[in-house]
């Protein structure tokens, strides 16, 4: 089993739409999350971290369920720009390596 | 203020061969960290440098190397090349070894290795 595990996609959606996809980690020990958004044949960027009460920004929602282990990623009034692949990313300790899921692609079609 | 380096952005080389790819950090940062990112994969963590010693390592064998200069900037190397490491090859920099959220990254060298 992975580390991390992302739903590949491709989502395609509506501009408009809501959308949500997740990301789960099999160290219950885990103990920091982030998304990051990374366009085509480009760099990931972070997009945001995700905190234990759940965090949002703008049209963007994090969520981290610890006792399933997993976390989500909610997208509201989706925008042709958010295109991209979205990857989550666990690091167990401040100490330690941090591992990146494969990455969900997202599509948005006008 | 410039942000992370690489160079070169392509490249191909021989299985057998050789490669030396180089990283210059965000101006301001003193740690650098390398991934290899396989077509639809995400990054994969090779090593960390700090203070111009290798602080931590992933799941790659020893034919990656590296070496971090006094300025910062930094050197991922692969000997004895296989097809299996063609990549696209990502340097990300960060203030201390442990500030993932301030981690910024480069554009990446992409390796083919035919």
């Known amino acids: 089993r992975k580390e991390v595990e992302q739903d590949p996609g491709p989502f395609n959606v509506p501009e408009g739409a809501t959308v949500a996809f997740n990301c789960t980690y099999s160290?219950?020990?885990?103990?920091?999350f982030f998304w990051y958004r990374q366009d085509c044949r480009k760099e990931p960027k972070l997009l945001m971290s995700?905190?234990?009460s759940g965090n949002e920004d703008g049209r963007f929602t994090a969520q981290l369920n610890r006792a399933s282990q997993y976390i989500s990623l909610l997208i509201r009034d989706s925008k042709l720009s958010d295109s991209a692949t979205y990857l989550c990313?666990?690091?167990?300790?401040?100490?330690?390596?941090?591992?990146f899921g494969s990455g969900t692609r997202l599509s948005i079609r006008p | 203020d410039a942000g992370v380096t690489q160079s070169p952005t392509h490249l191909i080389k021989t299985r057998g061969q050789q490669v030396t790819l180089r990283c210059s950090p965000k101006?301001?940062?003193?740690?650098v960290s390398w991934y290899q990112q396989a077509l639809g994969q995400g990054p994969q963590f090779i090593f960390q440098?700090?203070?111009?010693?290798?602080?931590q390592r992933g799941n790659f064998p020893d034919r990656f190397s590296g070496h971090q200069f006094p300025n910062y900037s930094s050197e991922l190397n692969v000997n004895a090349l296989l097809l299996g490491d063609s990549a696209l090859y990502l340097c990300?920099?960060?203030?201390?070894?442990?500030?993932?959220?301030?981690?910024?990254f480069g554009p990446g060298t992409r390796l083919t290795v035919t």
């Open positions: 990313v666990v690091r167990y300790s401040s100490a330690s390596k941090i591992i």
């Open positions: 101006s301001g940062h003193d740690t």
């Open positions: 995700v905190y234990s």
């Open positions: 160290n219950s020990a885990s103990q920091s």
């Open positions: 440098y700090y203070e111009e010693e290798e602080r």
């Open positions: 990300a920099s960060s203030l201390g070894w442990g500030a993932v959220d301030e981690q910024y």
